[in-house]
């Protein structure tokens, strides 16, 4: 593993859009790179086929064969596909390696190491052996420490959930994932301030709501499955229903007098 590429697959500005699957399948790459982003063989179960990458990536065959053209397109893996008698080969395409492309196909430079000894085909598994091409020795790494990105999500929803009314809050479960789909839906965690600063806004007006109306206040779910951090704050209120609220609570009354109707 190589915590050079993977602290730049979290950090570098060339990946700062990835987020969901394109990202997780490219740091289950990065767990069996070297430092200048070549993949090797972990073992004979956790090989670089198609299938053990979607047991890596925790998805199906499918959603890689879907992944791998999207992560080439952006310029950030080579691929040179497998076939019975060679296995699939990977490099991510880190900004400091230079002739990624030419390393992959086996045409080294004539600083590179020789292809036979020192293809990502070549060996099985890491050695306990250290050497430049690897930092199982996590030394000499100048990258900022990893933040996971688990945690950072985990920390924009409390306060989110600490914004909102507590009685439109629902469960935590139910909101969080609606949450985690928005934060997908803004390009991931760096822009997620766009979703915290609407919901301040929109709170601060809730609360100025009358008791009486407490109950429009739209669930957090909702909220956040209908992406209302794009629409502009609600209106103020002064005990008056809007004309949307007001048939909605018509529509209430009349409902429930017609279930006391049959029942009488």
Not at 20 to 47: H, K, P, S, W, Y
Not at 209 to 216: D, M, Y
Request: with cysteine; net charge neutral.
């Amino acid at each position: 593993m190589s915590v050079k590429v993977s602290s730049w697959v979290w950090h570098g500005d060339e990946t700062a859009e990835l987020a969901g699957n394109e990202m997780i399948l490219l740091l289950a790459l990065a767990d069996v790179a070297d430092d200048n982003g070549r993949c090797r063989f972990m073992t004979d179960d956790d090989d670089l086929t198609y299938g053990g990458l979607a047991r890596k990536a925790r998805v199906d065959r499918r959603t890689i064969e879907r992944l791998i053209p999207k992560l080439r397109a952006r310029g950030l893996v080579e691929h040179s596909r497998g076939t019975k008698s060679r296995p699939n080969e990977f490099t991510i395409l880190v900004p400091w390696a230079s002739g990624s492309a030419d390393k992959l196909s086996g045409n080294a430079s004539a600083d590179s190491p020789t292809p036979g000894t020192d293809s990502p085909t070549a060996v099985r598994v890491f050695t306990d052996s250290e050497n430049n091409h690897s930092s199982y020795r996590r030394n000499d790494v100048d990258v900022p420490p990893v933040v996971p990105a688990g945690d950072a999500v985990e920390s924009a929803f409390d306060r989110l959930w600490d914004l909102w009314p507590s009685h439109r809050r629902g469960t935590r479960k139910k909101s969080g994932s609606s949450f985690r789909t928005a934060v997908r839906a803004v390009g991931g965690i760096r822009h997620v301030k766009v979703i915290l600063d609407a919901a301040a806004t929109h709170a601060e007006v809730w609360r100025s709501w009358p008791a009486s109306e407490a109950q429009f206040v739209p669930s957090m779910t909702t909220w956040l499955n209908q992406e209302r951090w794009t629409a502009e704050a609600p209106m103020p209120r002064g005990g008056r229903l809007s004309t949307v609220d007001a048939g909605r609570a018509a529509d209430a009354i009349l409902a429930q007098q017609e279930r006391l109707a049959v029942s009488a």
